[in-house]
Each structure stands twice: as structure tokens, then as C-alpha cells.
């Protein structure tokens, strides 16, 4: 190249995963505030690498306060000093990771992509599953290691059939607006979806094998799209367990779908952000 003229940047799509709870979500937000989002600790710790231009994280899936990540995603550019290689995955990894203790995130893997690729749009699918603890009689119940990583729901039990059978009319493209929250970011946005999954599973809780367990039981519910509107994923699991706590019927469902009004949605049960988890996200 000509004298002067530096290398194009280079770009990075990384996996990393958090604990929720001490974060604001995952974006950005003013460092004033006393949560702050994952996304100032990982640009943060990318300033350390020392770029000759600020590194910007574009994540793929706007995780809330509170919401976990197994692994969420984003990509960023990375303009080295002329004269300076472009970091390999793992230097990546290894130097944001340096950077990123003591907090809990963590990036998983970093690899090079075409400056073309973006993080948020390239996304074939998101998956996020949502953990469950069933027979609590009262909150004091949760393990104190699971207190932040489930929800569980009043009663002793779940009706899983009913809640099966209302899952069924979840599946598919729908036009999800009853199961959105407002927000000023999604007011333009097409409430269409299409859920490509929806599944109940039991699950073992951290640590159970080594206490004696009193009746506890974790399920996890799985949910795959290519995109998710602001809170729907909270929203469609506390509709499912209004259902199983014979709150609310199975057709009930349908009818809150078929209504397409956020404020339809019943007041109080939306599911809390501890037992939601960003398990992937699929290219």
C-alpha cells in the first residue's frame, strides 16, 4: 500500500457469555449509571488492546438487565498500529479475556470474518432457553445458588400437558404483538415472527445431586427464532405458566394472539428476567 495509508481494519466475530444479574442488559449505557451494560466492560477491555481507533461491539441479540447469555455474539474492527499484525482468534480471546477479570463474562472464541459480515443481521437463529424451578412453597425454598438463574413460579406444581398444548399455538409465524412489550426502539418494528421452536424438558439444577432436593424440579423451556421482539420470549413464558397454574386455559393463548395488542397481555405475568438464558446464536 501507499505511504500512509493504514490496512483496513480487521473484523472479529466473538462469542461471549455473562451472568445477567449485576449488568443493566447487554448494550451500552451512560457509565454514570450504577448498572452499567456488558457491552462498556467488553469495549472497555478492547481499549486495552491498545487499537489505533476506537472498538466498537455491534451485538447481535439485546439481551435485558437481569438475562443471562451462554453465549450471545457480536462483531467488532479492529484498526492495528500500521506495521502491526492482525491479532489471531485466540490472541483475542486471550487479551480480552485479560482484560474482562474480575467480571463475570467471558469470551468464548474470536474469529476473523469479511468486513461484509454484521453480527445482528447475518444471525440465521436465536435460541434461548428459560429455567423453571417447580415445588418451592415459598422463595426461601431456592437453592442459594440457583436464586439468580430461575424463576420459580407460586404453587407447588405445573400443569405440564395444559402448558404443552397451549405451546402449540405459539409454533409458527404469528404476528406476536400481545407477546411484546412496548418500547420506544420496536414502535416501527413488524411484530411478525415465526417460532421454529418450542420445547419443555427437565433439567438438573446446579449442584442438586450433592443436597437432598425436597421435591425440587427444574424444567427448561427452549425457544428458537431467526428474531425475537422486546420481551417476548418473558412474556410467552409467563402466559405458558399462567396456563399451567390453571390461571389462565390453553385457548387462551390463541385468543391473546389473535387480539395483537400488547396491552392485552395479562398484567403481572410476565415472567422474570433470572431464569432467562441466550443459549446461541446460529450463523
Known amino acids: ?68 447469555a451462554l453465549a450471545n455474539a457480536a462483531h467488532l474492527d479492529i484498526q492495528r498500529a500500521p506495521g ?16 474482562l477479570k474480575p467480571e463475570p463474562i467471558r469470551i468464548l472464541s474470536a474469529q476473523r470474518v469479511p468486513s461484509t459480515f454484521h453480527a445482528r443481521f447475518s444471525a440465521l437463529s436465536r435460541t434461548y432457553i428459560y429455567r423453571l424451578l417447580l415445588g418451592c412453597a415459598h422463595y426461601s425454598q431456592i437453592p442459594v445458588f440457583e436464586r439468580d438463574l430461575c424463576w420459580a413460579p407460586a404453587g407447588r406444581s405445573l400443569d405440564l400437558p395444559a402448558m404443552r398444548e397451549a405451546a402449540k399455538f405459539l409454533l409458527g409465524t404469528h404476528d406476536f404483538s400481545t407477546f411484546c412489550s412496548l418500547s420506544p426502539r420496536n414502535h416501527s418494528q413488524c411484530p411478525v415472527r415465526t417460532l421454529l421452536q418450542l420445547e419443555f424438558q427437565p433439567s438438573p439444577g446446579f449442584l442438586s445431586h450433592h443436597y ?37 386455559a390453553p385457548h387462551h393463548i390463541q385468543e391473546l394472539l389473535e387480539l395483537r395488542d400488547s396491552r392485552a397481555f395479562p398484567a403481572h405475568a410476565m415472567a422474570p428476567p433470572s431464569g432467562l438464558f441466550l443459549k446461541s446464536v446460529e450463523y
Not at 445477567?20 to 457491552?39: F, I
Not at 410467552?236 to 397454574?245: D, S
Open 1 to 68: 500500500p501507499a505511504m500512509g495509508c493504514a490496512p483496513a481494519p480487521a473484523r472479529y466475530l466473538v462469542f461471549f457469555q455473562y451472568f445477567g444479574t449485576r449488568y443493566s442488559g447487554v448494550m451500552e449505557t451512560k457509565s454514570d449509571q450504577a448498572l452499567v451494560g456488558v457491552q462498556n466492560y467488553l469495549e472497555r477491555a478492547a481499549q486495552n488492546l491498545r487499537p489505533s481507533a476506537p472498538i466498537k461491539f455491534h451485538i447481535s441479540s439485546r439481551t435485558d438487565s437481569g438475562v443471562h
Open 84 to 99: 502491526k499484525a492482525a491479532f489471531s482468534g485466540e490472541q483475542l480471546v486471550q487479551g480480552l479475556n485479560y482484560h
Open 212 to 248: 437432598e432436593h425436597r421435591g425440587l424440579q427444574f424444567w427448561e423451556v427452549k425457544f428458537k427464532s431467526r428474531a425475537f421482539l422486546y420481551r417476548q420470549v418473558r412474556r410467552m413464558v409467563g402466559a405458558l405458566v399462567a396456563v399451567g397454574q390453571g390461571r389462565l
